[in-house]
């Protein structure tokens, strides 16, 4: 029922001891990061649909051919984007809730440089033809064993305050942020090293479709949680609606989440056994979405007015209300019926669309215009920007959402009536130039977004200079 | 209660205990059920008559195999096309045979290929379905065959010759001596309906 524990309070109270026990640089580089990926992100994505459209930017290119940009651009987003994003949320939250520093600021420098090397290198090599073939694990396999012992350090670096702190009772973030850290990890190394070098075929897709459910369940989905149950509270200087609710989501995601695996391979030849038990337990997951989507309403209830006044409220709200409309649409999809006509089709790429984007980017926003301005003392350049920001990427995203949901249906449709496989490209054809539009609409939306932050980068930079950057204070 | 709030709680029971019992039992044993049931194959074993004029020796031939399986997953053809065919959505009448758990356990699905989304048909059954020069050219342009087709053309797997004809390099007879094992053992299985020439319609039943 509390704010934040004890120990967050205490800091906040104690300003000199504050500026010690977070690296705001780190944390910053991450922002930073987040922001690059996202560029390239959506500029692989453009161009990646426009081969769609037969209207393919760089035809006959070798090292820039679409397949190759497809997989740059899911790499961008996971290792890059919103890895980056919640890492830098993680250098702020641990050392906030647990009140003592990680293992070494000088280690957090250096591991935030040796991991981005790593993900460039992972793009330059996607692109020069070293990639693995496995999904959302594209990662060469000679980048792999360094990346994981890139990631053990990280989760190092993480729970020295953690075990530090081990006596009090936790915030429940720092609960999502202790199973991703054990997860991450154990994840990275079967996900990446059992299909490659040791199951072949079904096996290997039964492990496969394990890591690609993880990466997101046990890596994103955490952290992501844990980021709005930190954030939303402190943002609205109101408590959390329930901290039960909270234990038992924690908990239902504990138990279901891991189990969900084989879904992305129904009615393939996995046992069928190990498929009917994935479906069950994805419709588990249900239990934590309502808990944690009817707690972040029930919070945000108690003054909706800031839907309107504040900006990472209203990011985490919409971001909430994607999470739910996904989950709902989870249990739809995830039917072995339903899986007969959506499977193959672009339904599925509009979900992962919309879970990746609309939520887990949403959340990671609300915390960049929250934060940013904090670390420079300056406020946000221009609300109009950010308003332009928000509308153009929330129609922009609900726009792709819905298009690609039917889209998956008429190709799932077109493919069982036994019609000629081209002609369910060409009936594609309509969905894919509004897809096309609508990732048009979002690159604008989130252009605003990048002028808007590096305005007031400048504006700090500017005040700084001229000596006044200490009377603003935390400017929100 | 409280033990689960703490850190040795959250850490052993929901950090180890249940990530282990999912990967366990979801993701190791039909993993293993799989692998010990059906024993890993290896390559083919006879060069087709199509290939004889490339490959004089087996090896050779094994070895393009496998250079045609990395060039298939460098390019992320397996992001389009799918490798398996489902018990439903009238699939075995497009594509042949429903694929089954023993067929995939050879050198070829390490790592698996099964792919999730097929903006192209499945692959599963591609073996002898298209002529190698058919594949040739479609990956050459495929446009030329399919005007309407959203596949991108892969010209570097092919040099020009002095008449300024384009002739398949050594990795562009890989890639389509790959395509022409996937699926070899159900050349007489398959109906294929995507060629429109009625011929080729499945028999009534």
């Known amino acids: 029922m509390s704010l934040i524990t004890n120990a967050e309070t205490k800091t906040v109270t104690k300003a000199t001891e504050r500026e010690s026990l977070v690296d705001y640089d780190v944390v910053k580089y991450h922002f930073y990061a987040f922001m690059v990926y996202m560029v390239i992100v959506l500029l692989s994505g453009l161009s990646y649909s426009l081969q769609f459209l037969q209207k393919y930017p760089f035809p006959g290119i070798e090292i820039l051919s679409p397949g190759r940009i497809r997989m740059v651009h899911t790499q961008a987003i996971a290792y890059g984007m919103l890895a980056n994003g919640l890492f830098g949320m993680l250098y702020y939250v641990v050392p906030k809730l647990t009140s003592f520093t990680v293992w070494s600021h000088k280690l957090s420098q250096f591991l935030f440089w040796a991991y981005n090397s790593l993900v460039v290198a992972t793009v330059v090599l996607i692109l020069a033809g070293f990639a693995q073939g496995l999904e959302w694990a594209e990662t060469p396999v000679i980048l792999d064993p360094i990346i994981a012992i890139a990631v053990v350090i990280f989760v190092l670096n993480m729970l020295t305050p953690v075990w530090k702190a081990r006596a009090n009772t936790f915030y429940v973030s720092l609960w999502y942020i202790l199973a991703a850290m054990i997860w991450t990890p154990l994840v990275y190394v079967f996900g990446n090293f059992l299909p490659q070098y040791v199951f072949a075929g079904t096996a290997g897709a039964t492990i496969s479709s394990m890591y690609i459910h993880d990466l997101v369940g046990l890596f994103v989905t955490p952290l992501g949680i844990a980021s709005v149950y930190y954030l939303l509270p402190v943002v609205m200087r109101v408590p959390l609606y329930s901290h039960a609710l909270s234990i038992i989501g924690f908990w239902g995601l504990a138990f279901f989440y891991p189990l969900n695996s084989a879904h992305h391979y129904l009615w393939s030849p996995i046992p069928m056994w190990a498929q009917y038990a994935s479906v069950v337990a994805s419709i588990g997951v249900h239990v934590v979405v309502y808990t944690v989507v009817f707690n972040i309403f029930a919070t945000i209830s108690s003054d909706w007015k800031q839907l309107q006044t504040n900006l990472p409220v209203r990011w985490i709200f919409t971001g909430t209300l994607a999470y739910l409309i996904t989950c709902i649409q989870c249990a739809v999809q995830v039917t072995l019926s339903a899986q007969e006509i959506i499977h193959f089709t672009d339904w599925v790429v509009g979900h992962s669309h919309f879970v990746l984007f609309g939520t887990f980017s949403f959340w990671i926003t609300a915390w960049a215009y929250w934060l940013l301005p904090r670390i420079w003392k300056t406020p946000i350049f221009s609300v109009s920007l950010s308003r332009w920001h928000y509308w153009l990427v929330t129609i922009g995203i609900a726009i792709m959402q819905i298009d690609l949901l039917a889209a998956g249906v008429v190709q799932g449709m077109m493919w069982r009536s036994m019609a000629p496989f081209i002609d369910s490209v060409k009936a594609s054809m309509p969905f894919w130039w509004v897809r096309t539009f609508s990732g048009i609409v979002i690159l604008v939306g989130e252009a605003c977004f990048l002028i808007n932050m590096y305005m007031t980068w400048q504006e700090s930079r500017n005040k700084e200079a001229a000596g006044t950057l200490e009377l603003q204070g935390s400017a929100t | ?205």
């Open chain 2, 1 to 205: 209660m409280k033990i689960i709030e703490k850190f040795s709680g959250v850490f052993l029971i929901a950090g180890v205990f249940l990530f282990a019992g999912a990967v366990l039992s979801l993701g190791i044993w039909p993993a293993m059920m799989v692998d010990q049931v059906y024993p890993r194959r290896g390559l083919p074993i006879d060069i087709p008559e199509d290939f004889q004029s490339y490959y004089s020796n087996l090896d050779d031939y094994q070895k393009a195999i496998l250079r045609g399986r990395d060039l298939y997953i460098r390019e992320a053809c397996w992001h389009c096309h799918s490798q398996y065919v489902r018990p439903v959505a009238n699939e075995e009448l497009r594509y042949g045979p429903v694929s089954t758990p023993g067929e995939f356990n050879t050198v070829l699905q390490l790592p698996q290929l099964f792919g999730t989304r097929r903006v192209g048909p499945d692959l599963s059954r591609e073996a002898g379905l298209k002529s190698n020069d058919w594949h040739f050219a479609h990956l050459y342009n495929p446009m030329s065959i399919v005007p309407e087709t959203v596949m991108p053309a892969y010209p570097w797997y092919f040099t020009k010759t002095k008449g300024k004809v384009p002739v398949p390099n050594a990795d562009g007879v890989a890639i389509v001596a790959y395509l022409q094992v996937l699926g070899a053992n159900f050349k007489n299985q398959r109906t294929n309906l995507d060629d429109t020439s009625s011929e080729t319609m499945p028999p009534k039943e």
